[in-house]
């Protein structure tokens, strides 16, 4: 029994940046069959379809089938604020961001955005995603709940801030593990979700802050820690300022229990060479933000060090510009050709699902299609609009297929969503 569906086949059997692009599995008349609630199968449509006669069949024609994608670094909140003009990143913080978020003392407002957040990603062929919440424990509980309900594998954490935001926003190094020690127990490991540890970033937090966040890590260490690193240069200098005696920005983190392998760090641009050898060093994760990076003028992240780190790939919504991994995808691509690469779209694609299901520590239960992989699947309309439809009509192979989706793809691309072997 169980779900048969037919189309062509996108999967990877290892990583394009350690291994080149052959790692990739294309299956040009494919199939994938789902049950309960995972991938069982997957490979050439007619031994599928041979092995399978009970399968309920679902023929996607010649849309692509891939794992779902997996955005590694939201903030859920700022949905409502996306494409703010004019600021760049503490005055963005300021300006935007932080009076934003104050509404989410309001649980009402926070389940209405939560919904919503997971709605449009659900609708750009995103089926997981690791958020910041705010600093208000309803505001965590409403995108568990949510996501709880359409049976997503989410991450989320409660932001914590305990100087340097507006009152209200601020909360103490000893409610800050209260709170975030109460929702882990809570929610972690239920169903599909996991709770992150979750510092916002050097400067809004104090010493003794981090380090309570440092302990509770330590007592949960099977949690992931997310937070934010070295985005901007004014930024990287106020952290010197606030923090004289570290050696640089991860210093700040690494001196209280916050840099080890769980860790992911978003942006993460302006490295030192002493940060960049530490955090291979430790294993940590980085999540490349490309949309966000562009618009909030923050600078090109170097991708070469996808092939020492964990490197994922996230829209950092509402900093970045879009919903889309696809919109992502493309903005990585710009981005890495200005430093002077041109990523490879079997790279590109691999970054939106199994590199930031590794990011994440989930590379053996999502990211990729292979039997025992959980069944989050999207299905990708290569010809989605005229001008993409038009650019592919001499494709001679999946690649040059798919990368006019890779660059103007959007939602209209979205043929269908999987989430835990069933149809959205
Ligand atoms: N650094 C600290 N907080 C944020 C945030 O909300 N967005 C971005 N892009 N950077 C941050
Ligand atoms: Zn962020």
Known sequence: MGDLLLGQVLRFDGDPFADGEGVARHESHGAVLVQN?????????????????????????????????????????QTAMIASWGKRLIDWLN?????EEMRFGDPAHAADIANRHLDLTLAHGTTSVCTYATIHPASVDAYFTAAKARGQRVWAGKTCMDRNAPEGLRDTPQSAYDDSRALLQKWHGVDRLSYVITPRFSPTSTPEQLAALGALWREHPDCLMQTHLSEQTDEIAWVQALFPQSRDYLDTYEAQGLLREGAVYGHAIHLTARERARLIEAGASLVHCPTSNTFIGSGLFDMGLARSLRVGLATDTGGGSSFSMLRTMAAAYEVAQLNGTALHPAQLWWLATQGSARALHAEDRIGNIAPGMEADLVVIDLASTPAIEQATRRAENIWQALFPTIMMGDDRAIRSVWVAGRER
């Open 95 to 99: 300006l935007y961001t932080f009076p």
């Open 37 to 77: 609630g995972r991938i069982a199968d997957a490979g050439p449509a007619d031994r599928l379809r041979t092995a399978h006669p009970q399968a309920r069949i679902t023929d996607y024609g010649r849309a692509l089938i891939s794992a779902g994608f997996v955005d590694a670094h939201v903030h859920y909140p």
